[in-house]
Structures are given as C-alpha cells and as structure tokens.
C-alpha cells in the first residue's frame, strides 16, 4: 500500500493545533481557552448546518457557510470533483440536490483544531445515502472529510473542502423508492392541502 495515500492526520495536511488546557489559570488565559470552546462548537454548527442545507436544498443558507473563495475536493468511487469559488459551487450543488435527488448526509466525531483567531481545521466522519431517481441509482457509503475554516467579521466559514471514500456502494434501483415524505422547500413539491 502506498503510504502517501493513507488518510492520516499528515497526509491531509492536519497539523495539532492550540493546545486545549488553561494554562495558570488567569484570568488571560481563561478568557482564551472559553474563546476555543466556543469557536469549537461554533465550527461543530457550522459544518452541521452544512449537512442540513445539502439534504434540504437550501442553497441561500448554503452559500452563506461558504468562504467566497472556498476550494473543494472531493473523491468518491466513481468521481473526482474539483471547484473553487462559492458561485460555482452553489451552481453545481442546485443541479445535485433537487426534487428528483434524495440526500441523507451524516457528519460525526468531529475532530476540531483551532490554529488561531481565525483559522482553524476539521476532521469529520461522513455517512451518506444518495438516490438519484432520474438515473435510478443509489450509492451509499463513508467517507472522511477534512476541512478549512477561517473567521471573518466573527463568524467562521468552510474555506476549504476535501472528502476521501472509505467506502462506497453504488447500484441501479430496480424501481424508485416510494418515500411517504420527501421535503425541499421552494425545490420541493407543494405543501398537502387540506381536504
């Protein structure tokens, strides 16, 4: 096996970041170490409000998670997908999360390293399914993302993207599923009227 591929913290770039401890004591250093818990679960919303936005095809909430120069980098059993830029981005994703497309997308153990003020990295364990009813296809899988974050005026966004598959099971459908909800706002099919 070559070990240059191997999903390892220094293979992907991850280097420790500030350390999580309070020093002394003072009153400095534990208005510090508050500062990185905050800007941990900050960075965990972040990425969850990510997930959300794809499977519910919100792409104005989407878009505003993203740097508007985020690099994305994505390698999956069959694909290899490469942008930059938020506009490309979103523009790609509207044709990938529809009505006619099904997403379930799964982000844990979150592993948050704070580099500085305003930059920080992530790792994140990835489970997804994905139908796909225009093509009947379904894929499943997992898959390791790491990420880039950075701050600014106050609020962190996702700079940089990458994911690897760790695994990825991809087949036709024999007939499409018949999902007794399927919701995606303005995407989506009209609300149930009352009868």
């Not at 409000?49 to 059993?77: P, Q, W």
């Not at 991809?170 to 919701?183: G, I, M, N, R, V």
Request: with cysteine; charged share 25%; proline share 5%.
């Amino acid at each position: 096996m070559d070990k240059s591929a191997a999903l390892t913290k220094a293979n992907l770039g991850i280097t420790p970041g500030l350390p999580l401890d309070l020093g002394s004591g003072s009153p400095e250093e534990l208005r510090r170490g508050l500062q990185m818990l905050l800007d941990i679960e900050a960075i965990k919303q972040l990425k969850h409000a990510y997930f959300r936005c794809m499977d519910t095809a919100d792409f104005d909430e989407l878009a505003s998670l993203y740097h508007e120069n985020i690099k994305v980098h994505y390698v999956g059993g069959f694909y290899e997908w490469k942008l930059e830029g938020r506009d490309e981005l979103i523009a790609s994703q509207t044709q990938s999360f529809h009505q006619r497309a099904v997403g379930h997308h799964n982000g844990h153990q979150p592993e948050i390293q704070i580099l500085s003020d305003t930059e920080a990295t992530g790792l994140w364990y990835l489970s997804d399914n994905m139908w796909i009813l225009d093509a009947n296809f379904f894929t499943t899988g997992t898959a390791l993302y790491w990420d880039r974050y950075e701050k600014v005026d106050g609020r962190w966004l996702i700079r940089e993207t990458s994911y690897r598959r760790i695994y990825e099971i991809s087949q036709p459908l024999e007939e499409a599923p018949k999902f007794s909800a399927h919701y995606l706002g303005e995407h989506g099919p009209p609300a149930p009227t009352a009868k």
